[in-house]
């Protein structure tokens, strides 16, 4: 599993990305298929166990921690949508790429240090309303720091 904290753009986004096997390996060494149906209650488990964790290391209360849970819209998603074949070895690679590359595209980035800014440049995005945005190099590197921006 990944932890991205930003999506393009370093809006914050704070999201996992993971390979899931559907299924294990049985003593003979074979593997048995056993595909996830509901991934709510795996949403739900993993939604229980991030708030042990926070309540672990004293990030919330017990009390802030049982608000979280009782909303009905909890901010926690799963999407299942992207299967991959045991034998398909080239998208097992494709997506483990996907999974650990860097949050910033060094080829989408230009450090400008007569104005001392940088630029970043990517597909259109319409949340910034533009295919490029600039920040104060300061500014770029504390978004840039997951626990900055």
Not at 6 to 19: K, P, Q
Not at 82 to 101: C, E, L, M, T, Y
Request: aromatic share 12%; net charge positive.
């Amino acid at each position: 599993m990944a932890f991205k904290p930003f999506d393009d753009f370093l809006r914050a986004n704070a999201h996992g990305h993971a390979l899931v096997l559907e299924g294990g390996f049985a003593p003979d060494g074979g593997f048995l298929f056993l595909p996830i149906h509901d991934t709510w209650k795996l949403t739900e488990a993993f939604r229980r166990a991030v708030m042990k964790l926070f309540l672990s290391r004293g990030l919330i209360t017990e009390e802030f921690a049982s608000t979280l849970l009782s909303w009905k819209s909890s901010g926690f998603s799963d999407n299942n949508t992207v299967r991959i074949s045991g034998d398909d070895r080239k998208s097992r690679v494709a997506f483990a790429q996907h999974i650990a590359r860097a949050p910033v595209s060094m080829k989408k980035l230009t450090y400008l240090p007569s104005q001392g800014t940088v630029s970043y440049t990517s597909a259109f995005n319409p949340a910034i309303g533009d295919t490029t945005k600039v920040w104060d190099a300061r500014d770029f590197i504390a978004a840039a720091t997951p626990l900055g921006g």
